[in-house]
């Protein structure tokens, strides 16, 4: 996200938002976690939860962060983690942003997994390559075939359709942070890809041959729609004011082929808030994204860029928002609820990841630098704010907070709710640490955290099974 190009003052702003990472070494290794309970019996495990290091220290001149690694944890009826091994990537981390350690590839789904539980699906962004792993009967991973190039610069995100197609599973996008031409010119003006793969019976991938797509837009976030037929793409600088292609798309839908292959242009786009809107509204800045129930796109909106598109400086950070649209059966998007906030005066700036509950009716929206979870009622598209702190955790409230904002805050960043609905792990970005919630309806119940096997900074993704 920063540029040598901007002023201190612009960066240090900006890294409030779409922070990334210098990383602490790493903890743990396979050969000292303990794979079950103390007898290593794994039969005590009823799903698992996998989080990614995104690295394990930056390669000084690079935006590498060296080797990528995923952390497995068997998880067991009362929300309680055990890990079972890391597991290597065979690629390397990366970091897009150059601040302090949170969020470094400004994305969601970094890590994902497919509907049946049986690949976890990663991107490598140091190397530009994605892994898929086989995911084994005690929750331990297998890497499945190599990981395969992108063809772009920083993978950062990845989602997964089945398909019925002749020895594959289904077919795996993924979206990259930038093209060559743009990578110079830092966040506001990047613009990267989208590009596809079959996901292969043995879990390996392989290159769908003409699937990539330029974008108009630097993306955060990829997911298809529930019946397949739509591949969505979320933005972080729709509106900049340094953006050559003078898009001011947040959301991006693409119709997806039965071959796999995804129209050649967007066939709808749409955006909650214009440059120079009269609201004095900042513009939004769309990282996580769910598709749900009948094409309902549900986004998160950190609200970064100011109303003429320039970035942010203190304390022109607004609160967060969530908006929600339909896809209509030409692709278009259809508003439903637009910029509903996630706090007030500033308290909710960072509405950066969401996640449903099991029944659909409730969603929660995690705020990076306040360190919190807002809770969300959905109904057919139409969201309100419920409670803004359903879940606490250590974070920084207020307006003006300065380049101290980070040293008080825990980060929260990606959170995943397990297949049952019954707990909710949320990935602590500036501590190393996976808060773990009980689900209760419309609320969220503190159970523990666990920590001492992933880095203090750095890490991207998680998944719950």
Not at 61 to 82: C, F, H, K, M, S
Not at 294 to 304: F, G, I, K, L, Q
Not at 356 to 382: H, K, M, P, R, W
Not at 414 to 425: C, E
Request: net charge negative.
């Amino acid at each position: 996200m920063k540029t040598s190009k901007l002023p201190l003052f612009m960066i240090l702003a900006m890294s409030l938002i779409l922070a990334s990472c210098s990383s602490d070494d790493f903890v743990g290794n396979s050969d000292d976690v303990d794979p079950g309970d103390d007898q290593g019996n794994t039969d005590t495990f009823v799903g698992a939860v996998y989080a990614m290091t995104n690295g394990d220290g930056q390669i000084v001149g690079t935006n590498v962060q060296g080797p990528n690694t995923i952390i497995a944890y068997g998880r067991d009826e009362n929300g309680a983690l055990t890990p079972i091994g890391p597991f290597a990537t065979n690629g390397n981390g990366g970091d897009y942003d150059g601040g302090e350690g949170l969020d470094p590839l400004i994305s969601a789904y970094a890590l994902t997994k497919t509907d049946n539980n049986e690949n976890l699906l990663a991107v490598n962004a140091g190397s530009n390559t994605i892994t898929s792993f086989n995911i084994q009967d005690d929750y331990s991973l297998e890497i499945a075939g190599t990981p395969q190039p992108t063809g772009a610069l920083g993978p950062n995100s990845i989602a997964f359709s089945e398909r019925d197609a002749d020895g594959a599973k289904g077919i795996v996008y993924v979206s990259n942070i930038t093209r060559a031409e743009f990578l110079l010119g830092g966040e506001p003006m990047h613009q990267g890809t989208v590009t596809g793969f079959w996901l292969l019976d043995d879990g390996s991938l392989n290159p769908i041959a003409g699937s990539t797509r330029d974008l108009a837009v630097r993306p955060s976030a990829i997911q298809f729609s529930p019946d397949g037929n739509w591949l969505v793409v979320t933005s972080i600088n729709s509106g900049a004011a340094a953006l050559g292609s003078g898009s001011e798309d947040e959301v991006t839908v693409y119709n997806v082929g039965n071959g796999g292959l995804l129209s050649d242009t967007p066939w709808g786009t749409a955006t909650s808030t214009f440059r120079d809107n009269a609201e004095g509204r900042n513009l939004p800045s769309a990282i996580g994204f769910q598709i749900v129930g009948d094409n309902y796109v549900v986004v998160t909106e950190a609200r970064e860029f100011q109303p003429d598109g320039t970035p942010p400086a203190f304390p022109a950070l607004q609160d967060g928002s969530v908006s929600t649209w339909q896809i209509q059966s030409n692709g278009s998007l259809t508003p439903i609820s637009l910029d509903v906030a996630s706090g007030e005066n500033n308290t909710g700036r960072t509405a950066c990841w969401l996640d449903f509950t099991a029944d659909g009716n409730t969603f929660f929206v995690s705020n990076a630098i306040e360190a919190g979870l807002a809770a969300y009622s959905f109904n057919n598209g139409v969201v309100e704010l419920i409670d803004q702190t359903a879940a606490q955790g250590q974070g920084t409230g207020g307006a003006d907070n300065g380049p101290d904002a980070f040293a008080v805050t825990e980060g929260w960043i990606d959170m995943w709710i397990t297949d049952d609905g019954a707990y909710l792990y949320q990935l602590f970005g500036l501590d190393g640490t996976i808060g773990i919630y009980r689900v209760n309806g419309q609320s969220l119940e503190f159970v523990g955290e666990e920590s001492g096997n992933l880095p203090d900074t750095n890490t991207q993704g998680i998944v719950a099974i």
